[in-house]
């Protein structure tokens, strides 16, 4: 069964089941996942979607209604918050990406509805989700790393090793959004825990990972003043590949696992270039863009795939930005009972290469 589930009128047709009863469980796993779209785009497609399911969830007493929100809606955590273990659920808010800000207006609805319509709901702020067919974070690096391979080129990132990136496997994100289920269904109006941190859990593996996607540039795809300064302050590529892999996982994580997994080298560009993009964003995503879409395009005609997948290099400039996502779990174990599985603690070489493979079954990876 197809249907809108932002249109109320299309309600009826998901909701009522053939046996009159109503549904234990609700997990919003809709919205609007791509970057840099319109207000609007968000507003419909991720703020107006959730409020309508929650308004139908409470109008239905429906025991537990999961909300997938994201950890961006946090104030870049100062280096102390990172040193203690990341933002927690009380952290300061200000949402860094046009997406998180209408997934912070959704969650604060579904509190006004919870307090007014008596909606039972939870919130899982989710860090970066990778696995199998992945086509957000870790997708756009693994296709950047194989334009790379081909061009013989050395990788490089913008701000530095220690810039958070964290994540979670979607299994382990699953587990999690059944636990808050579990909870959410049986959690009473008097638990001290509502008043201790209200319906939202922090997700996020034991890695601590740093460095999303958006920093991936080679050091001659900024513009020429940027090629200047690269000129004029030289500094030794600082090689990733024959280094061991880091146990506390920042940005030299990434690095190091890309460096391995496609053999290439890897490195940082120097500080004066990071400060040059932080004031240049859109000079500097013209001149990636224009350096890796042409030889992403031939590296899939060559292997012959005519109807490309969604995944690419293509770099938006909500991308490039200079901040951290350090999540805190420990009120989602200590609440839920919740906790990562054993095969995905944290980022591995061993995942990269299972996403790869999930590209190349799909016919997607050149």
């Given at each position: 069964?197809?249907?809108?589930?932002?249109?109320?009128?299309?309600?009826?047709?998901?909701?009522?089941?053939?046996?009159?009863?109503?549904?234990?469980?609700?997990?919003n796993c809709g919205g609007e996942t791509r970057y840099s779209?319109?207000?609007?785009?968000?507003?419909?497609?991720?703020?107006?979607?959730?409020?309508?399911?929650?308004?139908?969830?409470?109008?239905?007493?429906?025991?537990?209604?999961?909300?997938?929100?994201?950890?961006?809606?946090?104030?870049?955590?100062?280096?102390?918050?990172?040193?203690?273990?990341?933002?927690?659920?009380?952290?300061?808010?200000?949402?860094?990406?046009?997406?998180?800000?209408?997934?912070?207006?959704?969650?604060?609805?579904?509190?006004?509805?919870?307090?007014?319509?008596?909606?039972?709901?939870?919130?899982?702020?989710?860090?970066?989700?990778?696995?199998?067919?992945?086509?957000?974070?870790?997708?756009?690096?693994?296709?950047?790393?194989?334009?790379?391979?081909?061009?013989?080129?050395?990788?490089?990132?913008?701000?530095?090793?220690?810039?958070?990136?964290?994540?979670?496997?979607?299994?382990?994100?699953?587990?999690?959004?059944?636990?808050?289920?579990?909870?959410?269904?049986?959690?009473?109006?008097?638990?001290?825990?509502?008043?201790?941190?209200?319906?939202?859990?922090?997700?996020?593996?034991?890695?601590?990972?740093?460095?999303?996607?958006?920093?991936?540039?080679?050091?001659?795809?900024?513009?020429?003043?940027?090629?200047?300064?690269?000129?004029?302050?030289?500094?030794?590529?600082?090689?990733?590949?024959?280094?061991?892999v880091p146990q506390k996982t920042a940005q030299a994580l990434?690095?190091?696992?890309?460096?391995?997994?496609?053999?290439?080298?890897?490195?940082?560009?120097?500080?004066?270039?990071?400060?040059?993009?932080?004031?240049?964003?859109?000079?500097?995503?013209?001149?990636?863009?224009?350096?890796?879409?042409?030889?992403?395009?031939?590296?899939?005609?060559?292997?012959?795939?005519?109807?490309?997948?969604?995944?690419s290099p293509w770099m938006e400039r909500e991308l490039l930005?200079?901040?951290?996502?350090?999540?805190?779990?420990?009120?989602?174990?200590?609440?839920?009972?919740?906790?990562?599985?054993?095969?995905?603690?944290?980022?591995?070489?061993?995942?990269?290469?299972?996403?790869?493979?999930?590209?190349?079954?799909?016919?997607?990876?050149?």
């Amino acid at each position: 069964m197809q249907a809108d589930a932002g249109r109320e009128q299309s309600l009826p047709r998901i909701f009522t089941r053939t046996n009159g009863k109503e549904f234990d469980y609700v997990f919003n796993c809709g919205g609007e996942t791509r970057y840099s779209q319109d207000d609007s785009v968000y507003k419909v497609r991720s703020l107006d979607l959730s409020l309508t399911l929650g308004r139908e969830c409470a109008r239905r007493k429906i025991p537990a209604f999961i909300e997938f929100s994201t950890g961006m809606v946090y104030k870049p955590p100062s280096s102390s918050t990172i040193s203690s273990g990341g933002c927690t659920e009380s952290a300061p808010l200000k949402p860094w990406l046009k997406m998180a800000k209408y997934k912070l207006m959704a969650e604060e609805g579904l509190q006004k509805l919870g307090k007014e319509q008596g909606l039972r709901y939870a919130v899982l702020r989710l860090a970066h989700v990778y696995g199998e067919y992945d086509v957000g974070f870790l997708a756009r690096g693994l296709c950047l790393a194989r334009v790379y391979q081909s061009k013989g080129e050395e990788m490089k990132w913008l701000y530095g090793k220690e810039l958070r990136i964290n994540t979670v496997h979607v299994e382990d994100a699953c587990t999690a959004a059944w636990k808050a289920a579990e909870w959410c269904a049986r959690v009473r109006a008097d638990d001290p825990e509502l008043k201790n941190g209200g319906r939202v859990f922090n997700i996020v593996d034991k890695g601590d990972t740093s460095q999303p996607q958006r920093s991936y540039l080679p050091s001659q795809s900024f513009p020429s003043t940027a090629t200047h300064l690269v000129k004029s302050h030289k500094s030794k590529p600082e090689l990733t590949h024959s280094s061991p892999v880091p146990q506390k996982t920042a940005q030299a994580l990434l690095s190091t696992l890309i460096s391995t997994h496609f053999h290439i080298p890897t490195g940082f560009v120097n500080p004066l270039i990071s400060t040059f993009a932080r004031f240049n964003l859109d000079s500097v995503v013209d001149d990636v863009n224009e350096d890796v879409l042409q030889p992403w395009a031939d590296l899939l005609s060559g292997a012959g795939i005519t109807r490309p997948g969604p995944i690419s290099p293509w770099m938006e400039r909500e991308l490039l930005r200079d901040c951290d996502l350090c999540l805190n779990p420990g009120r989602a174990g200590r609440v839920l009972g919740w906790t990562v599985g054993r095969e995905h603690e944290r980022l591995r070489e061993g995942e990269v290469a299972s996403v790869v493979g999930s590209y190349r079954r799909m016919g997607w990876w050149p």
